[in-house]
């Protein structure tokens, strides 16, 4: 699969579960926010990395990385709390970002290997 389809479907994760745990919680903090916004930049990147700029994609990896390593806090709040539907929240969030970050991991080496643009 593309790169960029990978990071496109991790955006939107972010941000429809983002905006579900938000939404769906008693206390609403602007931290919980943290990844819609994450999510919103990396589909404001997307055409970037759907063209194979090297910096582009470098932004979106590093802003998807910083994303995955900021939902470690809320994931252990959240299995502390023994709250089942935030726990599952959060770590489908981190799967697909982890994911995400694999792929991007992937086309940096096959780049690196081969001299082939980062296209998707």
Not at 48 to 60: D, E, R
Not at 86 to 104: D, E, K, L
């Amino acid at each position: 699969m593309k790169v960029y389809l990978i990071s496109m479907m991790n955006a939107f994760v972010l941000m429809t579960l983002g905006l579900g745990g938000y939404f769906g919680s008693e206390n609403q903090t602007p931290a919980a926010l943290i990844p819609v916004f994450g999510g919103a930049l990396l589909l404001s990147l997307m055409k970037g990395v759907k063209s194979g700029n090297k910096s582009i994609a470098h932004i979106s990896f590093i802003v998807t990385l910083l994303i995955l390593i900021y939902l470690i806090k809320p994931l252990s709040d959240a299995i502390d709390l023994t709250d089942s539907g935030a726990t599952t929240r959060i770590a489908a969030m981190m799967i697909s970002s982890n994911m995400a970050v694999g792929y991007f991991v992937l086309s940096f080496i096959k780049v690196r290997k081969g001299s082939v643009k980062i296209k998707g």
